[in-house]
């Protein structure tokens, strides 16, 4: 149930962040959190309009996050916070390792939202900043038609370059970050530790490439 609201969640979070390109009369003046939320979906929503054909093949899905969504999200404060205090403890290896399949966990759910992506408008609100200017919160509204707006907001934090990058979505009040924690915490004590929940999403993640590989094949060859 858990894994099912976290998917569920990030879809929404990251059709919010598509359909950032459709409101474009709120473009002007943007702060430079929002701009990089608006630079991002502008990107794409290109992207996407122009390969439809290509949003079936996880290798591609896998190059557009490598490309577009990584450099724009802060993976290791993510995977910092999702697995706590487990990540102080955690050899660099492990560390490594656990960015690595959690990006495949993302990869996977991405390869869904991508070919269910539907043009949405998104309405930027008032942010706020902390003291230091260097962690901020942009809040935004999804409009549909026909439907209450959804708040979603986006956590980011400015790295030591100056460039600030999203490190958690919250739906409606509910943040992916924490049901993240929440998730791996759980399944950190009921495994026996994280190396086990690495080879176990790592397993997950095999199984997945393997499913979507076999479905890519029975598309060709029909």
Do not use: C
Not at 49 to 64: A, G, Q, T
Not at 107 to 122: L, R
Request: glycine fraction near 4%; charge should be positive.
């Amino acid at each position: 149930m858990m894994i099912r609201k976290i998917k569920g969640l990030l879809l929404t979070g990251l059709f919010a962040l598509l359909s950032t390109v459709a409101f474009t009369s709120f473009a002007a003046g943007l702060s430079a959190p929002q701009q990089v939320i608006q630079d991002t979906s502008d990107l794409l929503y290109k992207i996407i309009s122009e390969d439809k054909d290509k949003l079936s093949d996880r290798k591609y899905i896998l190059k557009l996050v490598d490309d577009v969504i990584e450099p724009r999200v802060d993976l290791e404060k993510i995977s910092r916070i999702v697995i706590g205090k487990y990540w102080r403890k955690a050899p660099d290896e492990q560390k490594a390792q656990f960015q690595k399949e959690f990006k495949g966990l993302l990869v996977n759910t991405y390869a869904t939202a991508f070919t269910e992506f539907d043009e949405w408008t998104i309405h930027f609100l008032p942010m706020s900043v902390d003291a230091k200017g260097i962690r901020a919160i942009v809040k935004t509204e999804i409009i549909q038609p026909s439907r209450p707006p959804i708040a979603v907001n986006y956590r980011m934090a400015k790295n030591k370059e100056g460039v600030w990058r999203v490190y958690d979505v919250i739906i409606e009040g509910i943040s992916l970050v924490t049901n993240y924690r929440s998730s791996f915490a759980k399944s950190i004590k009921k495994n026996g530790g994280l190396g086990n929940v690495i080879k176990a999403l790592a397993e997950k993640n095999r199984r997945s490439e393997t499913s979507a590989l076999a479905q890519e094949r029975t598309k060709t060859n029909s």
